[in-house]
């Protein structure tokens, strides 16, 4: 039912949220669970922002 409401919504994670009447986060974690989204895992801060001003340098 999770899968059908996403594809539904067009991949929207709020809009399926709201047609199943869930949190945006229980909907982001249920996707997650069932292989729809990928963990998005960030990096620290600071590399980040080395390495934008490294590429913007060159």
Do not use: C, D, F, W
Request: charged share 25%.
């Amino acid at each position: 039912m999770l899968r059908a409401a996403y594809r539904l919504s067009h991949y929207n994670q709020v809009q399926t949220a709201a047609l199943l009447g869930l949190s945006r986060n229980v909907t982001r974690t249920r996707l997650i669970k069932i292989g729809e989204r990928a963990v998005n895992k960030r990096r620290p801060t600071e590399n980040v922002q080395g390495e934008r001003l490294m590429r913007l340098s060159i």
